[in-house]
Nanobody, 128 residues
Framework: QVQLVETGGGLVQAGGSLRLSCAAS????????MSWFRQAPGKEREFVAT????????HYSSSVKGRFTISRDNGKNTVYLQMSGLKPEDTAVYHC?????????????????????WGQGTQVTVAS
């Protein structure tokens, strides 16, 4: 049984930083894609960042590029999202997603339907 558990959310002032973690169990994702999505109240879930197979194979949404950094520790089967320069519009529930289907090296996946497992999410609130 695959499980993804996110931690690290909270309340932060605009301009502040947070680090989210997503620990996976039940499957080793070292050669798979792991990503972060977010969903704000009344809005659809949107892609934030992904880390796919291959060194440096990351991709970000335009709204977070340059402020957020995704990284992973394959030994711990964990993916992280370092968020800095936070803005009120970053307020959302952040979900970790993992793909167990084959990931050709160099390919990135940014659609929610590309992923097989999801965490429950962690709330990030940025106060102005």
């Amino acid at each position: 049984q695959v499980q993804l558990v996110e931690t690290g959310g909270g309340l932060v002032q605009a301009g502040g930083s947070l680090r989210l973690s997503c620990a996976a169990s039940g499957h080793t994702f070292s050669r798979n894609a792991m990503s972060w999505f977010r969903q704000a109240p009344g809005k659809e879930r949107e892609f934030v960042a992904t880390s796919s197979w291959g060194v440096g194979n990351t991709h970000y949404s335009s709204s977070v590029k340059g402020r957020f950094t995704i990284s992973r520790d394959n030994g711990k089967n964990t993916v992280y999202l370092q968020m800095s320069g936070l803005k009120p519009e970053d307020t959302a529930v952040y979900h970790c997603a993992a793909r167990t289907r084959t990931v050709p090296i160099g390919v990135v996946y940014i659609g929610a339907s590309d992923y097989d497992y999801w965490g429950q999410g962690t709330q990030v609130t940025v106060a102005s």
